[in-house]
């Protein structure tokens, strides 16, 4: 690796970014065994939130494509959070663009927000690895 002149930060290359350890610490958490572990147990987690709201619902016409958002929010949570890992900038950057996107539609019901929490709350879980404790919230407001 070569230094900056103005700065003592390495600067790195196209050869160091072939021949260096940084691709396989971008992608040590993307093994195909771990990548579908997470995705099935988001599965699983986002359907008991849809299940659960289904069997919760009090309004007069139940839409089930609200029930789909659910397992959706959930499995694409997931690897998002997976994708993150604990890169700070990363993280940042995610932020933002989640706070530019919002649901262009109102939401009917304040009880339709809080599932949707709870969907991307488990695929946060679930996305970091902590599978005990998503069983745990998804086993204690199931209930």
């Given at each position: 690796m070569t230094l900056a002149l103005l700065t003592d930060q390495p600067v790195i290359t196209k050869s160091d970014l072939l021949t260096s350890d940084w691709w396989s610490q971008q992608f040590a958490n993307f093994t195909p065994g771990n990548t579908v572990l997470v995705l099935l147990f988001a599965l699983i987690a986002g359907?008991?939130?849809s299940l659960v709201y289904r069997k919760t619902y009090r309004g007069v016409l139940y839409n089930p494509?609200?029930?789909?958002?659910?397992?959706?929010?959930t499995l694409v949570t997931a690897p998002v959070v997976m994708a993150i890992g604990s890169d700070i900038g990363l993280s940042m950057g995610m932020v933002g663009a989640l706070s530019i996107v919002r649901f262009r539609?109102?939401?009917?019901?304040?009880?339709?927000?809080?599932?949707?929490?709870?969907?991307?709350?488990?695929?946060?879980?679930?996305?970091?690895?902590?599978?005990?404790?998503?069983?745990?919230?998804?086993?204690?407001?199931?209930?």
């Open positions: 359907v008991i939130v494509s609200f029930g789909t958002t659910l397992i959706m929010l539609t109102a939401v009917k019901d304040p009880i339709d927000t809080a599932y949707m929490f709870w969907a991307i709350t488990m695929g946060i879980l679930i996305g970091s690895g902590s599978f005990m404790i998503s069983l745990v919230v998804v086993a204690g407001i199931s209930v």
